[in-house]
């Protein structure tokens, strides 16, 4: 690790442009960031870079080693490079994917990312999570205007509804005070500081449960494996030369337990004769091995309590189903949002004009952020199987409406690589699904029961696509410009 060393005093042009150096006290940082996970990393070197004096406090400087943002999609990886930070993918092992490959029933689909408009390195990455965040750390680190240290924040300091900075445990125990006008919360999902910032209303429709396999080929070497499984779907891709991640989705929140072999045991039996056979030794000997690891998958809308002098981040804001690989895209989406409309101010100081102004960050966010978020959601519910033949009929009706190719292959890839950040789109193909799935129930005879289950189709993906829009907020996904935020101006040089 890179850390500065305290004390060390190093020079900078602030973005003032005054020459400042740097101390170890920190009383005139412009930015608390509080966690170096993927969103906290990624925003420190974005704020470093834009001249910010940013202190960044993480409860756990080493290494993470999690089954969380192994795999980056395309999109992430063209945030990435605007934030300058795609070097952060080199040297850790990290494997190109260029699309999906969906499998049901023994029959499978290759689903190739459209990346023919962009340079060839664009593709998506899948990694080490911990050896990625480490990466980011180190490189914002190297800014001398960017202070890491470990503690845990503890609370926010809150003053009449405005934050002036955090209170923490430092790494000796000892509990100090830290200000800024600005403090920026990455927590991650089980964020404890949100709960003044945002109204959470944290879902958790499924636990993933997270095997390493090793010396295996997947059938389709540098893509993403969707397995249709029952009773949920089961993903592979690559996280190194020589390993394999597998997460297998189980619907709840109760799960088997790991202590009395319980998971194992329904892993052997229910899982692996779902597992494509290329990967079944490998499978059965990672159960084998032991390394069973679990995550609760969260979904969680972004709904913002907009703050004086605070701004939620990452997955202690927004959340959706890991399904589809999302959260790191959306996250490095808003810090791109983010850095843009922090571009014009010189500092924070002015808390009330600079709060007002982001409020438009969170309308601003909305076609990202939305379209990954809703596809997610939409996608987990359409791919778990179901007791209810009409949804097993739109199940069917999807691998079999992307395997036509074309179009109908390249549009949902394109919104689940994050290519394309358009909500509408979205909807188009979703209800195109529902109504190839429709016709297909009514050719070449329609006869009243299969009528009745067409009906019970489009109700169905109704009911899956509308309450997701809704939690998204209709107007904001489709309509943004609407807002007045939307084109709100940054605050006058002489207010801040
Ligand atoms: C099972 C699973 C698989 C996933 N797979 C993918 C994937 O393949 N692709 C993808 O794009 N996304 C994936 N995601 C989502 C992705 O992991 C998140 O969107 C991403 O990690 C969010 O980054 P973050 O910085 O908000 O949170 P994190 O990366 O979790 O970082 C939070 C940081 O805050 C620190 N912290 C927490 N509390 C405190 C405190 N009080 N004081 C100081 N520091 C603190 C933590 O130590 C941590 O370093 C997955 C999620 C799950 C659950």
Redesign the pocket.
Known sequence: MHSKKAGKNRSYLTRGGELRSTRGSGDDDDVII???????AALAYTLGKEGYKVRV????LTE?DR???????PG?YLNLIELGLEDCLEEIDAQRIFGYALFKDGKSTKLSYPLEKFHSDVSGRSFH?GRF?QRMREKAATLPNVKLEQ????SLLEDEGTIGGVQ?KTKSGEVVKAFAPLTIV????????RRSLCRPQVDVPSC?V?LVLENCELPYPNHGHVILADPSPILFYPISSTEVRC?VDIPGKKLPSLANGEMAKYLKTIVAPQVPPEVHDAFVNAIEKGNIRT????SMPAAPVPTRGALL????FN?RH?LT???????LSDIVVLRDLLKPLINFTDKDSVSKYLESFYTLRKPVASTINTLAGALYKVFCASPDEAMMAMREACFDYVSLGGACSTGPVALLAGLNPSPLCLVLHFFAVAIYGVGRLLVPLPSPKRVWIGVRLLMGASGIIFPIIKAEGLRQMFFPASFPSYHRAPPKKGSQ
């Open positions: 509080v966690g170096a996970g993927v969103a906290g406090i993480e409860r756990d993470p089954i969380v943002g192994e795999l980056l999609q992430g999570n965040i503690g845990t924040v503890t923490h990455c927590d991650g999902c089980f964020s404890n500081l993933f997270g997460l995550m609760p998958n969260r981040m990452g997955d202690a959340m890991p690989g999302g959260g790191m895209t959306v996250a």
